[in-house]
Nanobody
C-alpha cells in the first residue's frame, strides 16, 4: 500500500505561482511513477505531469511551459510548480502513484483557486 498526502493549495491571484507537494509513505519501493492531475467542477480529471522513479518527466502538450514536476527522493516527496496561474487553473489537484504492478494510488486532493 502507498499513501499520498498533498499540500500547498490555496487561494492565489492570477499571475502568481504555487508549489504543490505530495508526500508518499508506505511501500515506496514499489512505486514506478508518480504524477499530478487536476479536476475542475463538471470536467474530467486531467493529467498534468508524470515523473518516473528514475526522474524522467513527461507533460501533455496542453500544459507544457507553466508546470514543472520534480521529486525529492530523500523525503519521498513529489512537487508540482505552477507559474503564471490563470483563473482556469482553479481545480482540485491530485497526486497519483502507480506501482510496478500497475496499481494506482491517489491522494485526497488539494484545492487551488485562482482569482482574477
Amino acid at each position: 500500500q502507498v499513501q499520498l498526502v498533498e499540500s500547498g493549495g490555496g487561494l492565489v491571484q492570477a499571475g502568481g505561482s504555487l508549489r504543490l507537494s505530495c508526500a508518499a509513505s508506505g511501500s515506496i519501493s514499489t512505486i514506478k511513477a508518480m504524477g499530478w492531475y487536476r479536476q475542475a467542477p463538471g470536467k474530467q480529471r486531467e493529467l498534468l505531469a508524470t515523473i518516473t522513479s528514475g526522474g524522467s518527466t513527461k507533460y501533455p502538450d496542453s500544459v507544457k511551459g507553466r508546470f514543472t514536476i520534480s521529486r525529492d527522493n530523500a523525503n519521498n516527496t513529489v512537487y508540482l510548480q505552477i507559474n503564471s496561474l490563470k483563473p482556469e487553473d482553479s481545480a482540485v489537484y491530485y497526486c497519483n502513484a502507480v506501482s510496478v504492478w500497475g496499481i494506482p494510488y491517489w491522494g485526497q486532493g488539494t484545492q487551488v483557486t485562482v482569482s482574477s
